[in-house]
């Protein structure tokens, strides 16, 4: 099953204002959508910035090395080649 991160903090969300624990919740969401879609160290830093007020479900826009490739030269250059 595709979960989206979206959703596995909102259930880590639910879980925090139910006041239920980070292992808890945790074992709670592996169990409803898999055993690898969140672990309990991920769920403790959730649940910290929530806890700050942070309860923002998106990551923080990041600043990075700019893309080498652009994706539309990519993309023709995909087209061309498989033509």
């Not at 595709?2 to 139910?18: M, N, T």
């Not at 169990?31 to 959730?46: I, K, L, M, P, Y």
């Not at 806890?51 to 923080?60: C, E, F, I, T, W």
Request: glycine share 4%.
């Amino acid at each position: 099953m595709d979960v989206s991160k979206e959703l596995v903090r909102g259930c880590l969300l639910y879980d925090f204002k139910a006041d239920l624990s980070a292992a808890a919740s945790s074992r709670r969401t592996c169990q409803a959508f898999g055993d690898s879609v969140v672990n309990e160290r991920t769920t403790r830093h959730w649940f910290q910035k929530l806890r700050s007020g942070d309860l923002s479900l998106y990551d923080k826009a990041r600043t990075g090395r700019p893309q080498a490739l652009d994706d539309e030269a990519l993309q023709a250059a995909i087209q061309e080649d498989s033509s």
